[in-house]
């Protein structure tokens, strides 16, 4: 089984100021790792992703997550924090193996970016 | 990137009532097509995985009788929930993967659907 974990429910950051959302996961492979946005009453938007390679990924608006095998980690950071990317940010895995289609969302962490 | 539609963005009924939800690939293939239920406290619970041409795998605990799934073509994939309750309020997200190996990439989400029950 694979899981996700987010342990933090809100994070709240003054404008400005670097931000970094926390990912856990724990799986059986190779994990592809995701970083999703969700504004309000909005479907999910890709961020970026982890599948091999560099350890530091770059994504949309700024935002990068750095990859950690050892720690089983995947935090989403972003040196300057916008009052814009106040929204619900979902970590995502996938395991690597066969046809295995299924992809586990953590709960989500609501960033609330302070003026 | 690539574009996901979903339709209706909302919809009211009354219990009792069976109302549909559309998810569209609109410039990719998509063999396969996920759906979300999202409740009031944000998390995500995957209710069903949609094959097309084939059923539908369903998440337990999900009644596979009441929220019909169907994934006719490539492009469209559609949830029914069937003689709707109160409880079935909710927001449901479809998402869509590309076909073509190796499958690496991202989910492609709709905007998603509210559906109230009167």
């Known amino acids: 089984a694979q899981s996700v974990a987010q342990p933090e429910d809100q994070v709240n950051v003054a404008e400005g100021n670097p931000l970094t959302v926390k990912c856990t996961y724990s799986v059986s492979g190779n994990p592809y790792l995701f970083w999703y946005v969700q504004y309000p009453n909005r479907g999910l938007q890709f961020l970026l992703k982890y599948i091999t390679g560099d350890n530091l990924v770059k994504g949309s608006y700024g935002f990068e997550a750095e990859f950690n095998k050892s720690q089983t980690s995947f935090h989403l950071k972003k040196p300057s924090a916008l009052v814009s990317d106040s929204a619900l940010y979902f970590c995502?895995?996938?395991?690597?193996?066969?046809?295995?289609?299924?992809?586990?969302f953590g709960t989500g962490t609501k960033l609330q970016v302070i003026p | 990137g690539a574009v996901v539609s979903q339709h209706p963005s909302r919809v009211i009924c009354k219990s009792g009532t069976s109302v549909k939800i559309e998810c569209r690939s609109l410039?990719?293939?998509?063999?396969?097509m996920f759906w979300y239920r999202q409740f009031p406290k944000k998390s995500l619970m995957l209710m069903a995985t949609s094959n097309e041409g084939s059923k539908a795998t369903y998440e337990q605990g999900v009644e596979k009788d009441k929220f019909l799934i169907n994934h006719a073509s490539l492009t469209l994939s559609t949830l029914t929930v069937t003689s709707a309750h109160p409880e079935d309020s909710s927001f449901y997200i479809c998402?869509?993967?590309?076909?073509?190996?190796?499958?690496?990439?991202?989910?492609?989400f709709g905007e998603g659907s509210r559906l109230t029950v009167l």
């Open positions: 995502a895995v996938r395991a690597a193996f066969g046809g295995y289609q299924k992809v586990t």
């Open positions: 410039d990719f293939q998509a063999t396969t």
């Open positions: 998402s869509a993967l590309t076909s073509g190996r190796p499958n690496t990439g991202e989910l492609f």
